[in-house]
Nanobody, 119 residues
Framework: VQLQESGPGLVKPSQTLSLTCTVSGGSITTNDCSWSWIRQAPGKGLEWIGYIAYSGSTYYSPSLKSRTSISRDTSKNQFTLQLRSLTPEDTAVYYC????????????WGQGTQVTVSS
């Protein structure tokens, strides 16, 4: 399975970030699969944002839930993150990640994409 993030590298405060992950080598509707977004801000650890399951159900970090939406396009085998009301604290490398729900493991990662929030 390969994952590739795409989206803007620079966004302004208060705007909405939209990132897309294109998946190849596997279907996003395969049973028991999770498709997550995880980020890492400069000098900080990994932060789980949320995921969309193979069924289409979504789960979000409580701290980001009010600003986050994850959706999918099964015809394109893609899933998308929207993060609203951006602040400079949202500056990070954003990763899309394939995981297995039953084992709660992350199996494959995209290369990551740098997002900077600045005016």
């Amino acid at each position: 399975v390969q994952l590739q993030e795409s989206g803007p590298g620079l966004v302004k405060p208060s705007q909405t970030l939209s990132l897309t992950c294109t998946v190849s080598g596997g279907s996003i509707t395969t049973n028991d699969c999770s498709w997550s977004w995880i980020r890492q801000a400069p000098g900080k650890g990994l932060e789980w944002i949320g995921y969309i399951a193979y069924s289409g159900s979504t789960y979000y970090s409580p701290s980001l839930k009010s600003r986050t939406s994850i959706s999918r396009d099964t015809s394109k085998n893609q899933f998308t993150l929207q993060l609203r009301s951006l602040t400079p604290e949202d500056t990070a490398v954003y990763y899309c990640v394939f995981g297995t729900i039953a084992t709660d493991e992350y199996d494959y990662w995209g290369q990551g994409t740098q997002v900077t929030v600045s005016s």
